[in-house]
């Protein structure tokens, strides 16, 4: 798959010498507080890194976890994530390491996957399911002009305990960047 680019950002697919930029996204629990998943050592983030290498190169991938760098630098500052649900639909998840928080980076990177999303993969709902105490993510999909639907309890366990979450989404028709 080609890169996809923002106006701060370019989404590629990921490679293995992505493993250091990758474990210091994932292994920061800065990052992963706000996270489904605990953060990861070495061996986990290598782990996971092969499983994102394996599921991109199916014919059929079942979603695009993809690498998040800058125009200006290919080193990985974050990643994020488009992934087809049900007929239709896809879900949306994204995170950037947290030196590079306030920069716009997260909004650019989820602007690129939502023209992605409704343009090449032919969603017509997507849908971010984030925690209630993550301002700065609930920020970025009300930017993009996500709708709130509801309050999910005890959504995703994570950091040894169970955590709600917000769900909001987005339609194709009201998607205008």
């Keep these: 798959m080609d890169p996809l680019t923002g106006e701060r950002t370019v989404l590629r697919e ?7 930029d990758y474990l210091s996204i994932a292994g920061d629990d800065r990052v992963t507080t706000w996270m489904a998943f605990d953060s990861y050592d070495r061996a986990k983030a290598e782990q996971n890194l092969a499983g994102i290498l394996q599921r991109s190169a199916q014919q059929d991938r079942p979603d695009y976890m993809l690498a998040v760098t800058r125009p200006d630098d290919d080193r990985v500052i974050g990643f994020a994530r488009i992934a087809p649900s049900a007929a239709w639909t896809a879900k949306l ?6 030196d590079h928080w306030g920069r716009g980076y997260a909004t650019d990177a989820a602007r690129v ?29 009300k ?28 339609l194709e028709q009201e998607h205008t960047v």
Excluded at 121 to 127: A, C, E, S
Excluded at 150 to 169: I, K
């Design 93 to 98: 998840g994204y995170a950037i390491g947290a």
């Design 143 to 170: 930017r993009l002009g996500f709708t709130y639907e509801g309050h999910l309890r005890d959504h995703v366990f994570t950091n040894g305990a169970w955590r709600d979450s917000l769900l909001y989404s987005l």
């Design 113 to 141: 996957l939502l023209r992605f999303a409704f343009g090449p993969l032919g969603r017509h709902r997507v849908t971010a399911a984030i925690g209630p105490e993550n301002e700065a993510s609930i920020a970025v999909v």
């Design 14 to 20: 990921f490679r293995t010498t992505d493993l250091d």
